[in-house]
């Protein structure tokens, strides 16, 4: 729901150029790159459902690197924006493995196939819908600064409701294997 409104926030109210786009997008494929190591060493130590819930926790604190951003006077805004994003990006690493070792943990193995393409079909829905989400709830917010920090609570308290149903999926299954 965030991603559109991210890119947004960066160039109308942190008055981002293509270099300060740049920096963010390269230091945050950077983190994610140099942690995935850890992030797949921990889900054979702890498990991947409690990896998934740390996750989740990382992924509703993501929202908070750009409301503070955007409270901040311009000349800090986006060193301390760019700094906030490469360390909530140490825990979104776990994203592009665990979701999917999640996945096959619980499918049927005869549907394999079928169940991995549903799920395919599923997050490309959501990346073509849920962008949009987040501008109209901007917009219908008020399209200002104000509105813009509001959806980022929105979205972080959300996300954070994601968390949770995470840990309680962990606390339930926490006696079983790995």
């Not at 109308?12 to 997008?25: K, M, S, V």
């Not at 990346?127 to 972080?156: C, E, H, W």
């Amino acid at each position: 729901m965030d991603w559109t409104i991210y890119y947004y926030s960066q160039i109308t109210y942190l008055h981002a150029d293509e270099l300060w786009l740049g920096y963010n997008n390269v230091v945050t494929a950077l983190v994610q790159f140099l942690t995935i190591g850890f992030w797949a060493r921990m889900n054979e130590k702890i498990g991947v459902r409690f990896v998934m819930m740390l996750g989740g926790i990382g992924m509703a604190a993501a929202p908070l690197c750009m409301i503070i951003g955007l409270s901040l006077p311009q000349g800090q805004a986006l060193p301390v924006f760019l700094l906030l994003t490469a360390l909530s990006n140490i825990l979104l690493g776990f994203l592009q493995i665990n979701l999917l070792q999640c996945l096959l943990q619980v499918i049927d193995k005869n549907n394999k196939t079928m169940s991995i393409a549903i799920y395919t079909v599923f997050i490309t829905v959501s990346n073509a819908v849920l962008p949009v989400v987040g501008v109209k709830v901007y917009m219908l917010l008020g399209d200002s600064l104000q509105a813009m920090r509001m959806t980022f609570i929105i979205v972080m308290a959300l996300r954070f409701i994601a968390a949770g149903l995470w840990a309680v999926r962990w606390y339930r299954l926490r006696g079983e294997p790995k």
